[in-house]
């Protein structure tokens, strides 16, 4: 895959291209090169370290928005052993921002939902950049429905910049679709497992992520708002959208820190988007771990310790 | 007479910050659709709904509780809960400064404002939304109040009313505030497994976080006339989608047409509609 650099990202990306100059080079023998590349490598690697120890909230912004970041669909595909996707609101329509279906993963059998951005051109407007219409959120309501009554656990992977601001969704209760999912997943009777993936925008974000455990990738984000509208929400100008993520806190340490959410899993070197397969296995074996102390609860004990969580959020 | 001009002079003064006030103090007050110029006495009389032009002018939390329930036995919870500057919040001002200046402008600690009283004899919580503070912005505060008012209800077994009105979740608590959705939507389930009534009233306007949590989830929604309600305000659709909105776009007749509530009441006959709705829901449940 070619890989694509944020701007912060442009020393590793000085580094990586001298070494595949050096690769091609027809001027030093085969020994040279080889120690050359070693070298070279390792300061990238150390490059990389450094700078994704000290990332900015904004920079955090940028790796969860990262165009070859790991999204739904290829989670599916290396962490599922099977997946049988299922369509439909039963009301109107299949909404594609939001995915869902019956999967393995390990030896869990589990109800998956999660958004799907979309990363090709064709394949953003299919899946209208992860941001859902109240359809979406309906599905996964009837999903989650169908998992209490199979006792199957819920696995969610949130990952939209926000809920779909359209006509039609007025039209058709975008409120009423996200609140009645928090209503819903607060007494669901089966363990629910969160993992924002990706960018946790608001209550398109929310609608999926009420639950009994709630991991963060280490590089995503979770907010009020996107940072471009919080901006103009409250300075009146979206240019100041690197201050808003700021101000919000938004990465998954601070928000560990606000002991807002349970666990922050560690990404490879340089964030998931520099290696797909590796991202996969990390959130494959926390969502195996993290099933089987769920599945230890007792339900109502479990819905009881969801609920106090909930109330806990924020109180005084 | 002297009393008559010590009333009449301050209203002349007051002229332009009365506008802003939902709580008028002076004797004539502009209705903030049609402008025409009321008598405050008439217009508190028709609680505070423009005699010409029928606007349902805005009133503050207290004011729309003193005019809601029964004048006795009134009994406010969890009056003395202030909001807290988690994030250590700061764009153009600090939170801690907005916090501040929203509790001097509205007299009130945050922006909810909840209630035990008497509905027609009829016992209710009742909650409302002071749209003063910080644009009736829902962050811990105001999600905790709502919670201790439900938790009241749930444990002397009383109907629980909310009147919501709310720029949405708090941009300054961020998260916390998001998490409030999930928190009172959370609360709003046990009331509905106990079989008590929650009936969520919408006021001009509502937004965001709290549409898409406590005030689309009532067992019985309700709309004044004319409300603004929706997930997104109709600025930002624009904005975003470069279109031109239907007229009547996300007021309370148009959610009526949608399907989102299920009766538009006109605040004359709130009290009324609401012992009405809650007797035939309460006959039974005993």
Same mark, same amino acid.
């Not at chain 1, 993520?245 to 490879?268: C, F, Q, T």
């Given at each position: 895959?070619?890989?694509?650099?944020?701007?912060?990202?442009?020393?590793?990306?000085?580094?990586?291209?001298?070494?595949? $100059?050096?690769?091609?080079?027809?001027?030093?023998?085969?020994?040279? %090169?080889?120690?050359?590349?070693?070298?070279?490598?390792?300061?990238?690697?150390?490059?990389?370290?450094?700078?994704?120890?000290?990332?900015?909230?904004?920079?955090?912004?940028?790796?969860?928005?990262?165009?070859?970041?790991?999204?739904? !669909?290829?989670?599916?595909?290396?962490?599922?052993?099977?997946?049988?996707?299922?369509?439909?609101?039963?009301?109107?329509?299949?909404?594609?921002?939001?995915?869902?279906?019956?999967?393995?993963?390990?030896?869990?059998?589990?109800?998956?939902?999660?958004?799907?951005?979309?990363?090709?051109?064709?394949?953003?407007?299919?899946?209208?950049?992860?941001?859902?219409?109240?359809?979406?959120?309906?599905?996964?309501?009837?999903?989650?429905?169908?998992?209490?009554?199979?006792?199957?656990?819920?696995?969610? =992977?949130?990952?939209?910049?926000?809920?779909?601001?359209?006509?039609?969704?007025?039209?058709?209760?975008?409120?009423?679709?996200?609140?009645?999912? =928090?209503? %819903?997943?607060?007494?669901?009777?089966?363990?629910?497992?969160?993992?924002?993936?990706? $960018?946790?925008?608001?209550?398109?974000?929310?609608?999926?992520?009420?639950?009994?455990?709630?991991?963060?990738?280490?590089?995503?984000?979770?907010?009020?708002?996107?940072?471009?509208?919080?901006?103009?929400?409250?300075?009146?100008?979206?240019?100041?959208?690197?201050?808003?993520?700021?101000?919000?806190?938004?990465?998954?340490?601070?928000?560990?820190?606000?002991?807002?959410?349970?666990?922050?899993?560690?990404?490879?070197?340089?964030?998931?988007?520099?290696?797909?397969?590796?991202?996969?296995?990390?959130?494959?074996?926390?969502?195996?771990?993290?099933?089987?102390?769920?599945?230890?609860?007792?339900?109502?004990? !479990?819905?009881?310790?969801?609920?106090?969580?909930?109330?806990?959020?924020?109180?005084? | 007479?002297?009393?008559?001009?010590?009333?009449?002079?301050?209203?002349?003064?007051?002229?332009?910050?009365?506008?802003?006030?939902?709580?008028?103090?002076?004797?004539?007050?502009?209705?903030?659709?049609?402008?025409?110029?009321?008598?405050?006495?008439?217009?508190?009389?028709?609680?505070?709904?423009?005699? #010409?032009?029928?606007?349902?002018?805005?009133?503050?939390?207290?004011?729309?509780?003193?005019?809601?329930?029964?004048?006795?036995?009134?009994?406010?919870?969890?009056?003395?809960?202030?909001?807290?500057?988690?994030?250590?919040?700061?764009?153009? #001002?600090?939170?801690?400064?907005?916090?501040?200046? *929203?509790?001097?402008?509205?007299?009130? #600690?945050?922006?909810?404002?909840?209630?035990?009283?008497?509905?027609? #004899?009829?016992?209710?919580?009742?909650?409302?939304?002071?749209?003063?503070?910080?644009?009736?912005?829902?962050?811990?505060?105001?999600?905790?109040?709502?919670?201790?008012?439900?938790?009241?209800?749930?444990?002397?077994?009383?109907?629980?009313?909310?009147?919501?009105?709310?720029?949405?979740?708090?941009?300054?608590?961020?998260?916390?505030?998001?998490?409030?959705?999930?928190?009172?939507? *959370?609360?709003?389930?046990?009331?509905?497994? *106990?079989?008590?009534?929650?009936?969520?009233?919408?006021?001009?306007?509502?937004?965001?976080?709290?549409?898409?949590?406590?005030?689309?989830?009532?067992?019985?929604?309700?709309?004044?006339?004319? *409300?603004?309600?929706?997930?997104?305000?109709?600025?930002?659709?624009?904005?975003?989608?470069?279109?031109?909105?239907?007229?009547?776009?996300?007021?309370?007749?148009?959610?009526?047409?949608?399907?989102?509530?299920?009766?538009?009441?006109?605040?004359?006959?709130?009290?009324?509609?609401?012992?009405?709705?809650?007797?035939?829901?309460?006959?039974?449940?005993?």
């Amino acid at each position: 895959m070619l890989q694509n650099y944020l701007d912060f990202e442009e020393p590793i990306a000085v580094l990586e291209k001298k070494i595949e $100059e050096l690769q091609s080079s027809e001027l030093l023998s085969p020994e040279e %090169i080889s120690e050359e590349i070693l070298k070279l490598n390792e300061s990238a690697i150390k490059l990389t370290e450094k700078i994704y120890s000290n990332l900015s909230a904004w920079q955090s912004v940028q790796v969860a928005r990262h165009p070859q970041r790991p999204h739904f !669909l290829d989670y599916v595909e290396k962490v599922c052993d099977d997946f049988d996707e299922l369509h439909g609101d039963r009301h109107y329509g299949d909404d594609r921002a939001v995915i869902g279906g019956l999967a393995s993963i390990g030896d869990h059998k589990v109800m998956l939902i999660g958004h799907e951005k979309g990363r090709s051109t064709e394949e953003k407007i299919e899946h209208n950049f992860g941001m859902s219409q109240p359809e979406g959120y309906r599905k996964a309501c009837r999903l989650m429905q169908i998992a209490e009554r199979f006792k199957l656990p819920v696995v969610t =992977l949130v990952d939209t910049p926000g809920a779909y601001p359209g006509i039609d969704s007025e039209e058709r209760g975008q409120s009423e679709a996200i609140a009645y999912n =928090l209503q %819903i997943m607060s007494s669901l009777k089966t363990p629910i497992l969160v993992n924002v993936v990706g $960018e946790g925008g608001s209550g398109g974000a929310l609608a999926l992520a009420v639950g009994d455990h709630i991991t963060m990738m280490q590089y995503a984000t979770y907010s009020v708002a996107s940072p471009e509208a919080c901006a103009s929400i409250v300075w009146r100008d979206s240019t100041k959208s690197p201050d808003a993520a700021e101000a919000m806190k938004l990465n998954a340490e601070n928000i560990l820190k606000l002991n807002l959410i349970d666990e922050v899993i560690k990404e490879p070197l340089g964030g998931s988007h520099r290696n797909h397969d590796q991202a996969a296995l990390i959130l494959k074996n926390s969502i195996i771990k993290n099933l089987k102390d769920l599945k230890s609860f007792e339900t109502t004990d !479990l819905i009881e310790r969801r609920y106090t969580r909930l109330m806990g959020y924020g109180s005084l | 007479m002297a009393n008559w001009f010590e009333k009449i002079l301050p209203s002349f003064i007051r002229k332009d910050s009365s506008k802003k006030s939902t709580i008028p103090e002076g004797l004539w007050q502009s209705c903030s659709s049609c402008s025409n110029i009321l008598y405050v006495p008439e217009l508190e009389a028709a609680l505070f709904v423009c005699p #010409k032009c029928d606007h349902h002018i805005r009133l503050g939390a207290r004011k729309r509780l003193e005019l809601f329930l029964d004048p006795e036995a009134t009994e406010e919870i969890s009056a003395n809960i202030s909001p807290n500057d988690w994030l250590k919040f700061k764009d153009t #001002k600090k939170y801690k400064d907005r916090i501040a200046s *929203a509790q001097e402008v509205s007299s009130e #600690k945050e922006a909810l404002v909840v209630m035990e009283g008497k509905l027609n #004899k009829l016992p209710v919580v009742v909650a409302a939304f002071e749209f003063r503070f910080m644009g009736g912005s829902m962050g811990a505060v105001v999600g905790q109040k709502f919670v201790e008012g439900m938790n009241h209800a749930l444990e002397k077994k009383l109907p629980f009313i909310c009147f919501s009105t709310s720029g949405g979740a708090r941009m300054q608590e961020s998260l916390i505030s998001l998490y409030q959705m999930a928190k009172t939507s *959370a609360v709003i389930e046990r009331m509905k497994q *106990a079989g008590l009534p929650y009936i969520s009233v919408m006021i001009d306007p509502i937004y965001g976080g709290v549409s898409a949590s406590l005030a689309m989830l009532g067992d019985i929604n309700i709309a004044e006339p004319k *409300a603004l309600v929706g997930f997104t305000g109709p600025r930002v659709i624009e904005q975003t989608l470069n279109v031109q909105l239907p007229e009547g776009f996300q007021r309370s007749e148009f959610l009526l047409e949608h399907g989102a509530i299920d009766m538009i009441v006109h605040r004359k006959d709130m009290r009324s509609t609401l012992h009405r709705l809650l007797t035939k829901l309460q006959d039974n449940a005993s």
